[in-house]
């Protein structure tokens, strides 16, 4: 594999259900990243980590729990979702240890969730 | 705060067609700028970026932009569309070191053969 990768394409779940989606990057960047993607809506930053330490939460809703156990994986825990959440959630990576300013990033194909 | 505006939501142009998709920023520095392109079912994928130099930036698949300061616009063109153009760009700014990258809405490319 290369470049980044998000498992699962696509996931439906319900409200009272626990998931999780993984991002992993095979570039050796020192960066991971999500974003929400909404239709009609900007792309939205959730959460930005650094040398496997969070640098950057968007007043996310504690429903999204991110996880970096390493540099090269990036988890986000669902839970208790709500429909207004259904979207594209994409991850991303870049090289720079605090590169959400002005690194190129590459991104993955990203999970379409569906939450009934 | 930064941010950044794509007035197009859809435009449509012919293959072979000149193209050119809009994008204004406004942010108090020196931006960083980037066109991003989406194809159905995938991630964003990087097109061209200007940090500073030459405000004419090339990028992959035939695509320009031009930096211009006094507009506050980073404007996306390609002189002849190709029918695998055909999906949605992103204009994106960024800056100093403490602000993230901030995208629009984008514009969604539809090529009529």
């Known amino acids: 594999e290369t470049g980044v990768t998000q498992t699962p394409r696509h996931l439906v779940m319900g409200m009272t259900n626990k998931k999780s989606l993984k991002c992993e990057q095979h570039?050796?960047?020192?960066?991971m990243y999500w974003y929400k993607q909404s239709a009609k809506k900007p792309l939205e930053l959730m959460f930005v980590?650094?040398?496997?330490?969070?640098?950057e939460n968007n007043s996310v809703p504690s429903r999204f729990s991110p996880e970096c156990p390493n540099s090269s994986h990036l988890f986000l825990h669902l839970h208790t979702l709500q429909p207004e959440d259904s979207a594209l959630y994409l991850c991303?990576?870049?090289?720079?240890?605090?590169?959400?300013?002005?690194?190129?990033?590459?991104f993955g194909p990203g999970t379409r969730l569906t939450v009934l | 705060a930064q941010s950044v505006t794509q007035p197009d939501i859809h435009i449509t142009v012919s293959e072979g067609a000149s193209l050119e998709l809009r994008c204004n920023y406004s942010?108090?520095?020196?931006?960083?700028l980037f066109w991003y392109v989406q194809s159905p079912g995938q991630g964003l994928q990087l097109l061209l970026k200007?940090?500073?130099?030459?405000?004419l930036v090339q990028g992959i698949k035939g695509f320009e932009a031009e930096f211009k300061r006094s507009q506050s616009s980073f404007n996306l063109r390609k002189p002849s569309v190709h029918w695998s153009d055909a999906a949605e760009y992103f204009c994106?700014?960024?800056?100093?070191?403490?602000?993230?990258?901030?995208f629009g809405k984008g514009t969604r490319l539809h090529i009529l053969p």
């Open positions: 991303a990576s870049s090289q720079g240890a605090t590169g959400f300013n002005t690194d190129t990033q590459y």
């Open positions: 570039l050796g960047h020192n960066a």
């Open positions: 980590y650094s040398l496997e330490e969070r640098v």
């Open positions: 942010y108090g520095a020196t931006p960083y």
């Open positions: 200007y940090f500073s130099g030459d405000t």
């Open positions: 994106a700014v960024g800056g100093n070191r403490d602000d993230k990258i901030i």
